[in-house]
């Protein structure tokens, strides 16, 4: 999530506001949901060969609900990011499927989720709010990542405005997926 390049003058500066930790809404109010790998809708998957990972995305049945209705994501939307290593052959080069797609170990590696809340940007400055989403990391055992960098995470998504500040999910509804 380095989209730092993509930001205008007054992004930036408030990206670097952001992780001086002077003001952040909170990870704390971002939760993991325990069943979404069988509750949430899986609805796209990124190999990412640079990385030597594959990428798990998945909503909640209420935003694809609403996705399917043509309306947008809905307050309590949550987007869930799963991450994990590709398996790899003797030489380190990922592992292919017989559709040509990067195999994923069982076990993730990490999981970022993103969630939308009524009144959660107002804890942000204007010039840094994602509406109101905010954002979280955990490690494997669902333990929330206080190493994050997560201004990364509001810096990067204030580049996909127009697509409600996510870059798979309104892709997804846009190419008529749902």
């Known amino acids: 999530m380095s989209g730092l390049k993509n930001l205008t003058a007054g992004g930036a500066a408030a990206a670097l506001l952001l992780a ?3 003001v952040f809404g909170g990870p704390d109010r971002v939760k993991l949901p325990a069943s979404y790998a069988t509750a949430f809708v899986l609805y796209n998957t990124i190999d990412r060969p640079k990385n030597k990972d594959v990428r798990f ?3 909640n049945p209420e935003a694809v609900e ?5 309306k947008p994501a809905p307050d309590g939307t949550i987007l869930i ?9 003797a030489g ?3 592992l292919l499927d017989a559709n040509g797609r990067m195999m994923a170990e069982d076990k993730m590696s990490g999981v970022a989720v993103q969630e939308k809340r009524a009144g959660w940007g107002d804890a942000m400055p204007a010039e840094t709010r994602n509406g109101d989403w905010d954002y979280a990391m955990f490690d494997t055992k669902g333990a929330l990542r206080t190493d994050a960098k997560y201004a990364g995470c509001f810096a990067c998504h204030a580049s996909r405005a127009e697509r409600d ?3 798979t999910f309104n892709k997804w509804v846009l190419d008529g997926k749902p």
Do not use: C, H, I, V
């Open 92 to 94: 380190g080069a990922p």
């Open 57 to 59: 995305f998945y909503a």
């Open 165 to 167: 500040y996510n870059f």
């Open 20 to 22: 001086s930790g002077s």
């Open 81 to 89: 990011m799963e991450t994990r290593k590709a398996k790899l052959d």
């Open 66 to 70: 609403a996705a399917t209705a043509g």
